[in-house]
């Protein structure tokens, strides 16, 4: 049974910084695509970063330079360093898991609050 648990979160100032946890267990991590996604209050869930193992992270533009996902194969974890952090990236943000390259993301974490105030 995978699971993906998320931590992290929290209310932080425009310009802070958070780290996000995403611990996984139940499937070979390694072999994963490591995704983080967000969905903020009335939109639709989007897109922030991925990470595979020995390749460059791709990310949303609204994060680049920003944001900074890495993975430590060893812990099963996955991790999103959030810097300068603006109120529009308040959002439940969620980690998931797929084995492609391309399609979609089976496993899905809970999700953790991330509120930034002005």
């Known amino acids: 049974q995978v699971q993906l648990v998320e931590s992290g979160g929290g209310l932080v100032q425009a310009g802070g910084s958070l780290r996000l946890s995403c611990a996984a267990s139940?499937?070979?991590?390694?072999?994963?695509?490591m995704g983080w996604f967000r969905q903020a209050p009335g939109k639709e869930r989007e897109f922030v970063a991925t990470a595979w193992s020995g390749s460059t992270p791709i990310y949303a533009d609204a994060v680049k330079g920003r944001f900074t996902v890495s993975r430590d194969n060893a812990k099963n974890t996955v991790y999103l360093q959030m810097n300068s952090l603006k109120p529009e990236d308040t959002a439940v943000y969620y980690c998931?898991?797929?084995?492609?390259?391309?399609?979609?993301?089976?496993?899905w974490g809970q999700g953790t609050q991330v509120t930034v105030s002005s």
């Open positions: 998931a898991a797929r084995a492609h390259i391309n399609g979609d993301y089976p496993y």
């Open positions: 139940g499937l070979s991590f390694s072999n994963y695509y």
